[in-house]
T-cell receptor, first 111, second 113 residues
Framework: RKEVEQDPGPFNVPEGATVAFNCTYSNSASQSFFWYRQDCRKEPKLLMSVYSSGNEDGRFTAQLNRASQYISLLIRDSKLSDSATYLCVPHGNTGGFKTIFGAGTRLFVKA | DAEITQSPRHKITETGRQVTLACHQTWNHNNMFWYRQDLGHGLRLIHYSYGVHDTNKGEVSDGYSVSRSNTEDLPLTLESAASSQTSVYFC????????????FGEGSRLTVL
């Protein structure tokens, strides 16, 4: 089993749609969880952090289920500018502070 | 403002040459990381360091080395560049502890001919 598994993309959605991405992780010792956003050929940038059961920031909601080792990201009212790759990152998922990334889920939001 | 910078941003080299990619951060972070990113593989960890004089191998360390002589810098060296090392390389840093947010450089695009 891969350490981090994400929904295969790409997701193609119209503007205004709600879309959800799923991510499972294998190491139950992971302490904190992140969603990063990466635009084409750019560096990843932090979108959301999750330290307890979940987090909400405007149109974005992240949910964590430690028992099932599962994280989700929900995007409401999708915008064209949300088109990007979303990376799931359970921090410290292999011990220590090093971080292994999921392969990412590609989102295309269409007008 | 604190930042993390990589250089060069673009480099073309020939097979067999030694190449060094620089990474410099002014966050005063103890943790530094090098990743490579290729189509279809996402970000893969090459080497990482938890502090001065500490270095560790990641998932894809063969053919790469790093050294950490100070807090600010973690240069990545390709001892003998191979075409398979053509990639985009990202350096990142983070604070110690479990907060864990990674701050990335803008990336270095390396082409090995």
């Amino acid at each position: 089993r891969k350490e981090v598994e994400q929904d295969p993309g790409p997701f193609n959605v119209p503007e205004g749609a709600t879309v959800a991405f799923n991510c499972t992780y294998s190491n139950s010792a992971s302490q904190s969880f992140f969603w990063y956003r990466q635009d084409c050929r750019k560096e990843p940038k932090l979108l959301m952090s999750v330290y307890s059961s979940g987090n909400e920031d405007g149109r974005f909601t992240a949910q964590l289920n430690r028992a099932s080792q599962y994280i989700s990201l929900l995007i409401r009212d999708s915008k064209l500018s949300d088109s990007a790759t979303y990376l799931c990152v359970p921090h410290g998922n292999t011990g220590g502070f090093k971080t292994i990334f999921g392969a990412g889920t590609r989102l295309f939001v269409k007008a | 403002d604190a930042e993390i910078t990589q250089s060069p941003r673009h480099k073309i080299t020939e097979t067999g040459r030694q190449v060094t990619l620089a990474c410099h951060q002014t966050w005063n972070h103890n943790n530094m990381f090098w990743y490579r990113q290729d189509l279809g593989h996402g970000l893969r960890l090459i080497h990482y360091s938890y502090g001065v004089h500490d270095t560790n191998k990641g998932e894809v360390s063969d053919g790469y080395s790093v050294s950490r002589s100070n807090t600010e810098d973690l240069p990545l060296t390709l001892e003998s560049a191979a075409s398979s090392q053509t990639s985009v390389y990202f350096c990142a840093s983070s604070e110690s502890g479990w907060t864990g947010e990674l701050f990335f450089g803008e990336g270095s695009r390396l082409t090995v001919l």
